[in-house]
Nanobody, 123 residues
Framework: QVQLVESGGGLVQSGGSLRLSCAASGRTFSSYAMGWFRQAPGKEREFVSAISWSGGRIYYADSVKGRFTISRDNAKDTVYLQMNSLKPEDTAVYYC????????????????WGQGTQVTVSS
């Protein structure tokens, strides 16, 4: 089992920045690919970004490419999502996930999920 706890969400103005963190505990963090998803009200959960266990492979959804940066620190069992140039349409609950990189982009892909952290971007 892997437990994931997100933090860093909040209210920010359009154009601002936030850094989300996801702390993992349980089974070996470094053996898993990690990802971020988000879910806005009335919408399905969508893939945001993923990073391989080594950090050598990174993927982004087109909607966040160039604005968001994913990273991980295996020594701290933590994955991060730096979000810059935030837009009102980025408003959502952001979820951390762990699993296989091959399936991380799919809603059904991750093996483990965090409880989510709210990000609200005001216009």
């Amino acid at each position: 089992q892997v437990q994931l706890v997100e933090s860093g969400g909040g209210l920010v103005q359009s154009g601002g920045s936030l850094r989300l963190s996801c702390a993992a505990s349980g089974r070996t963090f470094s053996s898993y690919a990690m990802g971020w998803f988000r879910q806005a009200p009335g919408k399905e959960r969508e893939f945001v970004s993923a990073i391989s266990w080594s950090g050598g492979r990174i993927y982004y959804a087109d909607s966040v490419k160039g604005r968001f940066t994913i990273s991980r620190d295996n020594a701290k069992d933590t994955v991060y999502l730096q979000m810059n140039s935030l837009k009102p349409e980025d408003t959502a609950v952001y979820y951390c996930a762990a699993g296989s990189l091959a399936t991380m982009q799919f809603r059904w892909g991750p093996n483990y999920w965090g409880q989510g952290t709210q990000v609200t971007v005001s216009s």
